[in-house]
């Protein structure tokens, strides 16, 4: 799961245009990017989309409902979950105990569609409150966890920061905080960690630089907001065929000398912690 593109859920037009983007994920939204009014409609179009359009193209999809606090929620969940999507974002999550209720509600929802009990994957949002971003250290591994994901936008306006960058373009603390976090609750939880959207969509050659400072701290993949941020995404986030080879000499390596706890390549050190980065990257570069 390397890129993940948000598509407003009313919009028959670019839910076209994002199944075609090619996009590992398309994230159908019926939360911020659809006005209050338009909730109902959004709701018919993507799930009349999806339903026709979605199982032929090999994308995955994943709907982002409104929160668990929206008075909303459940509406979008009786209409898009009969159409099995693969998985729901959740905005707005307030701690690991969100997870668990959003959890329970789909297994009703999978029972009376038919679908598979526990297949339908969950992305928490988990930056966009002020007690989400403190409530970090309570999220535990759970089989619907797909990865977890962090946003600005909402924790600005949350905690009442003008910007979320300084003058240089870089994020200011808090929200240096809150990706910080997401990387570290998502290991914790033993699920991928998605870096956040970056919405100045013409700007490719920063959001490259941010793709590439993402993938270096350890996040898998990145959301975009417009299909020209998904071919980016794609190529940074997918290993490189040095990196790949340098990871296959690694584990070759240990397993040449008897799978011991160090060895030495080209005079450097590498212990079990280098083994194991290096077995991630191959699967990555395997999914990918
Ligand atoms: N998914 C699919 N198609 C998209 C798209 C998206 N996220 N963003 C743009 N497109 C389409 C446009 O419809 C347009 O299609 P056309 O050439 O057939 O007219 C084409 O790509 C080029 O778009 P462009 O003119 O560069 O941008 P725009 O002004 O039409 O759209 C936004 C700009 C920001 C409104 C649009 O990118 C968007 O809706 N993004 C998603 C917003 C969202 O979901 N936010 C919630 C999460 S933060
Ligand atoms: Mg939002």
Redesign the pocket.
């Known amino acids: 799961m390397r890129s993940l593109?948000?598509?407003?859920g009313d919009?028959e037009?670019?839910?076209?245009?994002?199944f075609q983007?090619g996009a590992d994920i398309?994230?159908v939204?019926l939360?911020?990017?659809v006005a209050p009014t338009s909730k109902a409609a959004a709701r018919d179009i993507a799930t009349a989309f999806i339903r026709e359009r979605s199982h032929a193209s090999g994308v995955g999809v994943y709907v982002?409902v409104n929160d668990l606090s929206s008075g909303l929620i459940d509406d979008d969940l009786a209409a898009l979950m009969r159409v099995a999507p693969d998985g729901i974002m959740l905005p707005k999550a307030n701690s690991g105990a969100d997870v668990s209720h959003l959890s329970a509600k789909l297994r009703v929802h999978e029972a009376d569609n038919g679908i598979i009990d526990g297949s339908t994957r969950i992305i928490p949002l988990i930056t966009e409150t002020a007690a989400g971003v403190l409530a970090a250290g309570s999220y535990r591994p759970e089989p619907r966890l797909a990865g977890m994901t962090w946003?600005a936008?909402d924790l600005s306006a949350a905690i009442g920061a003008r910007t979320a960058r300084d003058a240089a373009g870089r994020y200011t603390d808090v929200f240096r905080l809150a990706r910080t976090l997401t990387l570290l609750a998502a290991s914790a939880s033993e699920t991928e960690a998605i870096d956040t959207?970056f919405?100045d969509?013409?700007n490719l050659d920063v959001f490259r630089e941010q793709c590439v400072e993402a993938e270096r701290d350890g996040f898998t993949g990145k959301?975009?907001?417009?299909?020209?941020q998904v071919a980016v995404i794609n190529e940074v986030f997918t290993p490189s065929a040095e990196a790949v080879a340098r990871s296959q000499a690694v584990v070759d390596a240990f397993r040449s000398a008897g799978n011991p706890g160090v060895v030495a390549i080209d005079g450097k050190m590498y212990d079990r912690p280098h083994l194991r980065l290096a077995e991630r990257l191959l699967a990555r570069a395997k999914t990918a």
Request: hydrophobic residues 40%.
């Open positions: 593109l948000f598509v407003p919009s037009k670019k839910l076209e245009k994002g983007s398309v994230i939204d939360e911020d990017s982002r946003g936008e959207v919405p969509f013409r959301m975009a907001i417009h299909p020209a």
